[in-house]
């Protein structure tokens, strides 16, 4: 069976490629437990109600360019994009779209920015968690 290293990933931001900046990323679902238990029951009984999606980014920060930077946090507080919905995409592998290669498509809002993550004689990194606005799409072909 395959496995797959993850070297080449495909991250697009606001229709920016971003991935040059990502050193990890992690796309994740879990759905809310609503309890169904009535009276006389013995045991809870339990249903899935709604899905709560998240991305997390780990990125190198690159102050020189800055690209990265005024992508998310923008120049000033109007071309910030923190407290937006801004459209994503995720690949495993930076090629063709296939049933090995899904496209994760997605709206993240862009909850909270820390520009800044290190210590002395590490390299500046910037990590981020955002809440997914609506549902995941994914797409094989």
């Known amino acids: 069976m ?4 993850l070297t080449n990933a495909y991250v697009l931001f ?10 990890s990323v992690s796309l994740s679902s879990s759905v809310d437990v ?18 709560d999606n998240q991305v997390t980014f780990e990125f190198n920060q690159d102050f020189a360019d800055n ?10 507080l109007a ?12 690949r495993p592998v930076n090629t063709t779209v296939s049933a090995s290669n899904p496209k994760y498509t997605f709206n993240a809002l862009v909850s909270e920015w820390q520009p800044l993550s290190g210590a002395v004689g590490e390299l500046v990194t910037a990590s981020t968690s955002w809440p997914i606005s609506g549902p995941i799409t994914k797409v094989i072909a």
């Open 2 to 5: 395959p496995r797959l290293v």
């Open 14 to 23: 606001a229709s920016n490629d971003i991935s040059q900046y990502v050193t």
């Open 34 to 51: 609503v309890d169904t238990t009535g009276l006389g029951s013995v045991a809870r009984t339990r249903v899935g109600g709604l899905f």
């Open 67 to 76: 690209a990265l930077e005024e992508l998310i946090n923008g120049t000033s």
């Open 79 to 90: 071309t910030s994009t923190v407290g937006t919905a801004v459209a994503m995409e995720i």
